[in-house]
């Protein structure tokens, strides 16, 4: 019988969590509660910074696209993942597992960008605070922002070209619960090496190259003033965020004697906490957003 070779595949079903299947229902409960926390906690933090004047500032012009990628990177997987844990809905069409595939790729590599923007404004605010306004103009900032949607963009779309040129021909089971570049190209009946080398090798040196810009801008903030302190909230946000990230990252490369199980739970909690635990941690640590927090709640309920 000969092999049936497709280069637009019919559905690809994805499995979930490979070894728990039984516990998808009770594993649902806590990651729909992290997702609600993450939407929920974004939201407001994007509500606030809207209409409150005092928050028009650069800092939280960034935090503000930091919410909203993270809501975009949560909301691309979490959603499909609950479904397959609670309503086994488990296909997902080709051209749905390429859009989900580019987003929450996009999503991580606009996350890196943001953050490596936020250090930068940090070091202005700090190591040259009367040239603060000057510097980051609205027209600097639209710049900036444009710059690194770019990037990201750029980085991410030749992901979804180099499935697209690879024949199908074998199962279409994805042991996962959403699709994304490795796990979809493994399914392909040709060679991938290229999938697996732009795979890893991109994200690596883009992170790495952010994680440098980074060190250097948080170098010279200590030279300047001995101390990290106001910039407390952000080095929490960049620490959950790379630990988890490069952890992955090294993982799908090297990490064969790691079981599939832990690798998929890990990738799942990836994508909720740190959008989930983002907003608490500047509504915690800074206090601009701790003050508006505390008279919107105590507003409502004086209503």
Not at 178 to 205: K, Q, T
């Amino acid at each position: 019988m000969p092999i049936e070779i497709s280069y637009n595949p019919g559905p690809f079903i994805l499995l979930g969590i490979p070894g728990l299947e039984q516990f998808h229902v009770w594993i649902g409960i806590p990651f729909c509660i992290i997702y609600i926390i993450a939407v929920m906690g974004n939201c407001i933090l994007l509500y606030l910074i809207a209409v409150e004047r005092s928050l028009h500032e650069p800092m939280f012009f960034f935090l503000s696209m930091l919410a909203m990628t993270d809501f975009m990177l949560s909301t691309t997987t979490m959603p499909k993942t609950l479904s397959i844990f609670w309503l086994g809905a488990r296909e997902i069409t080709f051209p749905g597992c390429l859009t989900q595939t580019f987003f929450f790729h996009f999503s991580t590599a606009l996350d890196s960008a943001i953050l490596m923007a936020m250090a930068f404004d940090r070091y202005v605010a700090i190591c040259s605070p009367l040239r603060y306004t000057t510097v980051l103009t609205p027209k600097t900032i639209i710049k900036i922002v444009v710059d690194i949607a770019f990037r990201s963009f750029c980085i991410i779309l030749p992901m979804v070209f180099l499935l697209t040129r690879l024949p199908f021909c074998r199962t279409r089971i994805i042991p996962h619960t959403y699709c994304e570049h490795i796990g979809v190209a493994r399914l392909a009946c040709a060679d991938i090496s290229i999938n697996i080398w732009f795979g890893f090798c991109v994200p690596v040196m883009t992170a790495t190259s952010d994680v440098i810009l980074i060190a250097v801008s948080y170098t010279l903030i200590l030279s300047c003033q001995k101390a990290l302190g106001p910039c407390g909230s952000h080095v929490c946000v960049i620490l959950m965020f790379y630990t988890p990230a490069f952890f992955s990252i090294l993982v799908h490369r090297f990490g064969h004697n790691i079981s599939r199980t832990f690798h998929i739970m890990f990738a799942n909690l990836y994508i909720v906490i740190p959008p989930a635990l983002n907003p608490i941690v500047y509504g915690v640590k800074t206090k601009q957003i701790r003050d508006k927090v505390i008279h919107l709640f105590s507003t409502k309920g004086t209503e």
